[in-house]
């Protein structure tokens, strides 16, 4: 697909079919985008966590409760490693955040591509993810994403919402 049509037509995808798993060969494609982004000094802070057993699928999914979230086959986890992201020396900035949504728009932006859906959620439940994965003190989990073929007969809606650019650019 020719990237900017891919822009304008991806949307996030609240409709998974459960019984489609990605397969290993895809989800490597999708997976090497987030690992060419680019980062800060290049430090790549960042490591991707793929859920798709089906134990550590429910104790994932026990932390956003939306029934779409639990059709997906699988849940991909961005962590931060605090301790390889870049600080700036005037005020101490640390641009791990940043980083990671890089990698995780490439990802997204990918899985687009191939054809796969996908979402970004914020919205889920911190204590319980963080019962689920017991990550380590120098990861920070950035966000998760679910993972998967839509279900047959979805159809995008192609009604994004977005400021002009009138409204959201200034040249100075």
């Excluded at 991806?10 to 985008?33: F, G, H, Q, T, W």
């Amino acid at each position: 697909m020719e990237f900017t049509e891919l822009i304008h037509t991806r949307e996030s995808v609240r409709n998974y079919d459960p019984d489609r798993p990605l397969p290993k060969e895809i989800l490597e494609k999708i997976l090497d985008a987030g690992r060419l982004a680019p980062s800060a000094c290049n430090y790549q802070p960042w490591k991707f966590l793929v859920i798709s057993s089906s134990a550590m699928l429910e104790k994932v999914r026990a932390c956003y409760q939306r029934n779409w979230f639990k059709d997906a086959p699988q849940i991909l986890v961005a962590l931060g490693l605090k301790d390889q992201a870049w600080k700036r020396s005037y005020d101490g900035y640390n641009s791990i955040e940043t980083d990671v949504a890089i990698a995780m728009t490439h990802i997204i932006l990918a899985a687009e591509n191939e054809g796969i859906g996908a979402c970004w959620v914020e919205a889920y439940d911190p204590t319980l993810l963080k019962e689920a994965l017991n990550p380590g003190e120098n990861e920070l989990i950035i966000g998760i994403m679910p993972l998967g073929y839509p279900k047959p007969g979805f159809q995008k809606t192609l009604m994004k919402k977005r400021k002009s650019l009138e409204e959201i650019v200034e040249f100075l």
